[in-house]
Structures are given as C-alpha cells and as structure tokens.
C-alpha cells in the first residue's frame, strides 16, 4: 500500500538511475500520455530529475533537443499516483522483468536502464511552468518528507480539514500530504486519541504531535541513520521500533488482537468517502478527548 515514504523511497531509486540520462524508449497504454508523445515526443529528452511530492511520483523531462524542437514544446513532467496498487520497477537493461509486460502502463528507458510502471492508475503530463498551480500538486498540503516541513502549518492545517474525523483529516492531502492509511491508525494510537473525533475537537497541540510523530516515523522508514540527511530504503514499514515483522505495527491489520500496551482486542471500523480501514484500541484510544 504505497504511502509517502514507498513513493519517496521509488523516486529516490528512480532518481539516481534516470538522472542525467537521455530517453531512448517511451512507451504508455495511456491513450492521453500517448498523444503528447506523439506531439512532441519524450524520446530524445534528458530525465532532470525524479522526486515524490506526497503520494505523487514526478519525473521531469527537459525541453526537445534543439534539433528535434517542436514550437511551443517545453519541458514537462510526468505525473503519477500508484494509488493502491500501482508501482514503479527499475531494471537495467537486459535484465528480466518481474511482473508480465501486459501489466506496464509506462516506460521509460534509457541507455543502462528502464524504468516500468506496473498498473499505474493515474499518469498525465504537467508543462513545468504549470506544476505549482496544477489541480494534484497545487492543492497539497506540507509534504511529511518535504525539506521545508512546518510542524505548526500542518497542525494548523489537519485542525481546519472539513472531513468529518481525525481519522478522515490525516488522509486528507490537502491538509498534510504523504500519510495514508497505515500510518493514520499507528499515529492516532501513539496520540492515544480516539479516530472518529471531529477535527476541530482535537487540541491543537495534540495536531502538532501527530505531525511531528509523522514526520518521525515516515524518515525512520527511509533514513539511513550512518549517513546524516541521506534518505534509503529500511526495510519493512514499521512503528513500535521492533525488526520482527510481526511486531512492526501497534494496530494497523490487528483487528481482534492484543493491543501491545493493554492487552484489550484492537477494533476496526471501515468509515469515510473511500471507505477506508482504521484501527484502534478502544482503552488506550479513549472515546472523547
């Protein structure tokens, strides 16, 4: 289920193999992705960079070469969202793919590597001077992962969320941008707070703790600890600081178990616009705050 810190472990990945280089295969099952390639083509462009913004994966092509310029064709960035299942795969080239080619809706290769993206739901191009005020980007909230992350601008924003629970508020990316599901419930648990409080009922100093302990556990699933500021892959997702993966998580797909503090059985309730899960302990999570 990728969160902020999956989609920015992918971009990070992405990032240091595409870098620099210069595209030599594009290829989409996006019938709209497919006409501007047609129109200006993505082949012959050099991948800028690669980064995550919340949940969103942009990869940024620069302007045709001078050569193969089209008027009017800048440079553009690739915008997509995995949602709940999508991913991005890099394989150098040769190598074997490890999912079935029928499930690539986007790649991108270049002269070592190509990048796949396998079942992705959601793909389209930004022109560069469009990305800040476009409809996904332009609408996001701090990003958990994001250098300039403010404690205070995010609890301030989860406070004014117009859903209807905390629980809907930290999904909420117009809010803070990179908490999804699984980090929802393990964050409402180390807050001891019950879900399904209105937004406005939660102090504002608990916000700030629940935005300071997210950008806490997001890093501790990407940073690599011996080398300051640098951000790497960890391993499993986990929250209580336990390497078993049996024992990473407080509530998050523990329906009916032992709560890790108390003991009583973790209760989940599907609620919300998507009809999403969260879990919490009904004693360590009191129902009123």
């Not at 969160?3 to 990032?15: H, K, N, P, S």
């Not at 999804?180 to 019950?194: C, D, I, M, P, T």
């Not at 890093?219 to 336990?242: K, L």
């Amino acid at each position: 289920m990728p969160e902020g810190d999956t989609i920015f472990r992918a971009a990070r990945t992405l990032d240091r193999a595409l870098a620099g280089q210069v595209v030599t295969r594009f290829e989409t099952q996006y019938a709209q992705i497919a006409r501007v390639h047609d129109d200006a083509p993505i082949t012959g462009r050099t991948v800028e960079q690669v980064e995550a913004r919340g949940k969103h994966l942009l990869m940024f092509f620069s302007a045709p070469r001078a050569e193969a310029a089209i008027a009017g064709a800048g440079p553009v960035i690739l915008r997509t969202h995995m949602m709940m299942s999508g991913s991005w795969h890099i394989y150098r080239i040769g190598e074997p793919w490890q999912r079935s080619p029928t499930g690539a809706r986007l790649v991108v290769g270049t002269a070592g590597y190509v990048a796949v993206g396998f079942n992705v739901p959601v793909a389209e191009f930004i022109e560069r001077d469009e990305l800040e005020t476009s409809e996904a980007i332009g609408r996001l909230g701090p990003d958990v992962l994001g250098v300039e992350f403010d404690v205070s601008d995010a609890a301030a924003k989860l406070a004014r969320s117009d859903r209807g629970t905390a629980a809907d508020a930290l999904l909420d990316q117009r809010a803070v941008a990179g908490i999804g599901n699984v980090y929802k419930s393990e964050l409402l648990f180390l807050a001891r707070l019950w879900p399904f409080l209105p937004p406005d009922r939660v102090s504002s100093e608990q916000w700030a703790r629940i935005a300071r302990d997210a950008r806490t556990l997001l890093r501790a699933n990407v940073v690599d600890p011996t080398e300051a500021g640098v951000f790497t892959y960890r391993g499993n997702r986990r929250t209580t600081g336990r390497a078993n993966p049996g024992q990473s998580l407080y509530v998050y797909g523990r329906h009916r178990q032992p709560c890790r503090r108390c003991g009583t059985a973790i209760l989940m309730r599907h609620h919300g616009e998507h009809n999403r899960s969260t879990y919490w302990c009904p004693t360590c999570q009191l129902t009123d705050a």
